[in-house]
């Protein structure tokens, strides 16, 4: 069990990847481990807090190594960014390819969170999150729409 919970912290970012993409975590039980970890409430809080913290930067130039966050695209996916916080801090049964996404929002440098994206690019990265965050929606068979805002419909 120590080794494979070494391997599933080496490996963390390949994990998200794949559950990001909707792999299902019972073909692999690192991956099982991976989505246990993400789906438990200290790392949804996590995940929360930094989005908190991203959206409240103000964009003024620091002594940071940080990669800035793309303001324009924050206004413009403030709904969608503050219920995904929400979601994410709340008690309710999350599915790991949504908090999979949220994280990856924040710790992929090529994520519309930073510049060069278009705000319409974090709006629907942020809705695709949140959309995924939801068990019920993810359950077999169950289907739905994602539009370019970033919003849903289940069909």
Do not use: K
């Not at 930094?50 to 924050?74: H, Q």
């Not at 503050?82 to 008690?91: D, F, H, N």
């Not at 930073?114 to 965050?133: F, K, N």
């Amino acid at each position: 069990m120590v080794i494979r919970r070494l391997r599933v912290l080496l490996n963390r970012p390949g994990l998200d990847a794949r559950l990001a993409q909707g792999e299902p975590p019972s073909d692999d039980a690192s991956l099982a481990l991976r989505a246990a970890q993400l789906c438990a409430p200290r790392t949804r809080t996590r995940v929360a807090s930094c989005l908190e913290r991203a959206m409240a930067d103000d964009g003024r130039p620091g002594l940071s190594a940080a990669v800035p966050i793309n303001r324009r695209a924050v206004q413009s996916a403030r709904p969608y960014l503050v219920q995904l916080i929400e979601t994410l801090r709340s008690p309710a049964p999350v599915a790991p390819q949504g908090v999979a996404r949220a994280r990856q929002l924040l710790t992929n440098a090529a994520s519309p969170l930073y510049p060069p994206a278009q705000p319409a690019d974090l709006r629907h990265a942020a809705g695709q999150a949140l959309w995924e965050l939801d068990p019920a929606l993810r359950a077999p068979g169950a289907t739905s729409s994602l539009h370019s805002d970033g919003s849903h419909i289940a069909t």
